[in-house]
C-alpha cells in the first residue's frame, strides 16, 4: 500500500530509509521511484565498485558476489589475524534495497550514481534492529521513527563520520545537477547525512581506485546459507518484480519417483523434473503472497512454503501433514521467533519446527523448497565460487537431523539430512533392477521383528490384567494392593487387593493392520516373505508397489498397509493366492486367518483401528486360539509412523548400498 512508505526530504533529494538485504525494502524501493520520478538515483556504495557492481546486477537474476581484500588489522582494530588480510564480500541478490535501486535506474534509464567513500578501516557493526516485517504491518514513518530514537543516544564512529559527510558533499553535487535525486541509503546514516546536507562540505579525501575486485557467480548449493533472505523469499520477490507468470495447472508433476513394472524390467529411461516441480511450486505462490504491486507478505510466504513442502512430503511418503502438526508447527516457530526478538521466524527456526513437529522427511522436504532458487547454475559466464557463513563473518547456528540409521565416515552438519543421493543422469536408477529376485533390507527386519516382540509382550500383559481378581482385603495381601480400586472406594474405609491368574498358553503370530483398504486401490502389493534365519518370522503383508517410489538403484519405499509375523520361520505359503482364505471380505482379515492357522500357541495379537468381526472369534475358538486385541490408537503413533516404511532391494547386492539411499 502506498501509505507504507515514507521519503525524508532536503532540499531536493528524496531519501528512502532502508535496511540492507531485506526484502520489504526492496519493495519499498520500487513504489519511491514510481512516485519520485528521479533524474538520478543515489546508493551507499562506493564507486570504487562501479564497473563490477553493475555487472552483477545485469546479471539478475542470477546472483553474483563481488569481492576484494582489505586489511584485518583494520576490521578488527589491531586484532591482526593470520594472514593480515580479509576478504569482503558483497552479495548481489534480488530482495536487497541497494540491488534494487540499481536496477530500477538500468531499467528505467535513469542515472545511477555510487557516492559512498571507500575506506578500509571500517569497522564490523551488529546492531540489533527491529524486525522488517513491522513495516508490513505499521509502514516505514513509525518503524524510522522508533529506530531514530533508539539509536540517537549512540556516538558515531569516525569512519561513519567520514562516510556521512562524504555522501553529504556528493548528495550536494548532485542536487545542483538534478532536478529531484533519489537517496537510498541505510537508516543508520540518514540523520546525520540530513545534517550535513545544510551545511557546505569539503570533498571528501577518498580512495579512487580499488585494485583486484573480482565478480563470481554464486554456487548454488551455497545459496542455501550466505543470502540475505533465504532463496524461496528471494525467488518469490524477483518473480513479482514483473507480470505474475502464468498459473500452474493442476498439481504438475510429482517428486516422487514413479515407474512402471515394464520400465522396471526393461530398464527405460525417464528424467523425473525434481527442479520444474520446485520451480512450479514458488510459481504458484506468487500470486497467494500479495495482489500485483502490492508488498509480499512476509506471513504468506512462509504459510506458502510450508503448504508446497506438506503436498511434496505427501507425494514421497504418502502421509499428510495433520492439522494438528500444522498447528504445533507455527505455535512453535513463533514462540522461538519471539524468544530472539523477531516477529516472524527464520529459517533456523522453521526448520527446527519441522523436525519437532513433523519429522526429519518434512524437514528435507521443506528445507529444499526453501533453499531452492530456480536460477542459480553451477556453470556460468562468471567463475563460480562456493561460501559459507564463517566466510561472511556472520553468526550461525546448528540445527542437526536425525538420520535413519547412524552412517559411520560421515558428519552430521547443519544441513546433512539434505544429502541424499541423487540420479548422475536420468534412468540411471532403473539399471539396479537388472536381478529378477528381491530382498529385505535387514536393519528394518531386525526393528520389525523387535517390534512384534514388544506387541507380544503387551498382549500378554493386557491378557493377565483381563483375569486379575480384585476383591477386599480380609486376610491375604494375595499378590498386592490394587491401588486404584482403594482410591476409588476410599469412602468405604477399606483396602482393596488384587490376584493374578496365570495365563495358560503363550502369544504366537502377530498381527498389524495400519489401513483396511477396503477398497483396494491403495495398497496393491501383496507379497509372502519367508525368514532367512531362525531370528526372523515368515511374514505376509499388503503395501505400496516397489515402482511407485524408487529412492536407489534397485532400491524402492514402500508403505504396509498391514502384515503379519509368524514364527519358527519357512513355513508360510503363499497366504493371498490359498483356496482356504477365499470367504475373507478384506486383506486384513486374509492376514488375521494366517495368523490362526499358523500360530503355534494359543494366543494371536490383532493390532487395528477396529477389532475384527465376531464370526473370527468364533473361528479362533474352533481352532483353540484366542484373538488378543490392541487398539492401533493405543500405540506410540511416532513408532508406528517409523514402521510403517520399508525398502525392496532388487537382489542381496543392494543390501551393501542401500544404506546411502534409504530415508
Known sequence: MPHRIHLEQFGNVHALPVLHYKMEFAHLVRQAVELVQPDCIAIELPPTLEAPFLRGVRRLPEISVLTYDVSTASLLRGKVAEGGSQSVYLLIEPADPLVEAARQALEREIPLHLIDIDLDDYPLHEEPVPDSYAVQRIGLAPYYREFAAAFAPVVPDREDLRREKGMA?????????????????????????????????????????????????????????????????????????GEFPPEPAGEGPSLRKRFHALELIAGGKRDIPEAEALTLSIARSVRLVGCLGEMPDRQRIILRLFLESARHYKQETGEPVRVWQKRAFFRFARNCALLDGLLLPDLYHLLSAARGCVDDNFAHAFCRLATFYPWQKEVSDLPTISLDLADLWRQSRRIRFRPKERRHGKGLSRLAFLNRKREKHPGEWLEGFDDPSICSYPPEDLVIEDYGRFLKKKGAKQLSE????????????????????????????????????????????????????????????????????????????????????????????????????????????????????????????VLLLAALDYSLEKHVVYVAARPPRSYFKQLAARFGRKIVYIPLGSLSPVRLKHLRVFHVLAGHDKRGIARDYVW
Open 466 to 589: 483381563e483375569q486379575c481378581r480384585v476383591e477386599p482385603f480380609t486376610v491375604s495381601m494375595l499378590d498386592g494392593i490394587d491401588m486404584r480400586e482403594t482410591l476409588r472406594n476410599i469412602h468405604e474405609g477399606r483396602i482393596y487387593v488384587r490376584q493374578q491368574e496365570r495365563v495358560k498358553g503363550g502369544v504366537g503370530s502377530v498381527v498389524v493392520i495400519f489401513d483396511e483398504d477396503r477398497r483396494g486401490e491403495r495398497y496393491p502389493y501383496l507379497m509372502t516373505w519367508l525368514g532367512e534365519h531362525t531370528q526372523e518370522s515368515d511374514m505376509a503383508f499388503y503395501a505400496t508397489p516397489p515402482e511407485d517410489n524408487i529412492v536407489g538403484p534397485g532400491i524402492s519405499r514402500c508403505e504396509y498397509g498391514g502384515f503379519v509375523l509368524a514364527s519358527p520361520p519357512r513355513r508360510m505359503l503363499d497366504v493371498w493366492h490359498t483356496a482356504d482364505y477365499s470367504f475373507a471380505r478384506s486383506k486384513s482379515e
Open 169 to 241: 558533499w556528493h548528495l550536494q553535487q548532485l542536487s545542483a545537477k538534478h532536478g529531484r535525486v533519489l537517496l537510498v541509503c541505510g537508516m543508520y546514516h540518514l540523520g546525520r547525512i540530513r545534517e550535513f546536507f545544510q551545511d557546505p562540505q569539503g570533498e571528501p579525501l577518498a580512495r579512487v581506485k580499488r585494485e583486484n575486485v573480482r565478480l563470481f557467480n554464486l554456487h548454488p548449493a551455497s545459496c542455501r546459507e550466505v543470502l540475505g533472505e533465504f532463496p524461496f523469499v528471494n525467488a518469490v520477490y524477483e518473480q513479482r518484480r
